[in-house]
């Protein structure tokens, strides 16, 4: 059973439509929870972090949690043709004894806003 | 410079070369990692350097070989690869204290012939 899963699409919604995002975890050790996005010929960049469940708003983005599920969520507003990217789902136990600790991912989800 | 730096950006080489990857990060942390991606697959963390020292390595082929000479530096030494690990190697950095949220630089797309 893969840790993280993501359906890798590609989502193609037209401009101005509510985007959904969503990966769900087998490991309940999760506590920190990331959304990164990732433009063609880029690296990742960090979009969203959330820890433990609850809501947390930016903007046109929202990430929610539910850890009782282990179900995350990446919704994003009046989507925009610059929105068009890879986005990927991240997460950490966070405690790692006070070390640095590396993050898992899922394969991402290919979004595409048309114009 | 600013953010997460890595150089070359694209590199072929054969299977019998010996190259080297660079990553440098200008934002005063302390922990970097390596991670590999590859088509189709989630990112694969590779190594994960902690104040200089390496604390994790992800059951990764001896012919990938890391060094991390001081916390703003870190490179991937490269030698006898195989087709299988073309890929977008990609250097990331944080803090030791929130290494979840992580910085990454723009990756080395590799291609081994």
């Known amino acids: 059973q893969k840790e993280v899963e993501q359906d890798p699409g590609p989502l193609s919604v037209p401009e101005g439509a509510i985007v959904s995002l969503n990966c769900t975890y087998s490991?309940?050790?999760?506590?920190?929870f990331m959304w990164y996005r990732q433009y063609s010929r880029k690296g990742p960049e960090l979009l969203m972090y959330t820890y433990s469940s609850g809501n947390k708003e930016d903007g046109r983005f929202t990430a929610q949690v539910d850890k009782s599920s282990k179900y995350i969520s990446l919704f994003i507003r009046d989507s925009q043709p610059s929105d068009s990217a890879t986005y990927l789902c991240?997460?950490?136990?966070?405690?790692?004894?006070?070390?640095?600790?590396?993050?898992?991912f899922g394969k991402g989800t290919h979004l595409i806003i048309q114009p | 410079e600013t953010g997460v730096t890595q150089t070359p950006r694209h590199l072929v080489m054969g299977m019998t070369n010996k190259k080297s990857l660079k990553c440098e990060q200008h934002l005063g942390h302390n922990a970097m990692y390596w991670y590999k991606q590859s088509a189709k697959k989630p990112l694969e963390l590779m190594f994960v350097?902690?104040?200089?020292?390496?604390?994790e390595n992800n059951s990764v082929p001896s012919r990938f070989s890391p060094e991390c000479p001081n916390s703003s530096h870190l490179f991937l030494h490269l030698h006898t690869l195989q087709p299988e690990d073309s890929a977008l190697y990609l250097c990331?950095?944080?803090?030791?204290?929130?290494?979840?949220?992580?910085?990454f630089g723009p990756g080395t797309r590799l291609t081994v012939l």
């Open positions: 490991n309940s050790a999760f506590q920190y």
């Open positions: 991240a997460m950490s136990e966070g405690d790692s004894g006070g070390g640095a600790d590396g993050l898992t």
């Open positions: 350097y902690n104040f200089k020292e390496q604390t």
């Open positions: 990331a950095s944080s803090q030791v204290t929130a290494t979840d949220t992580q910085y």
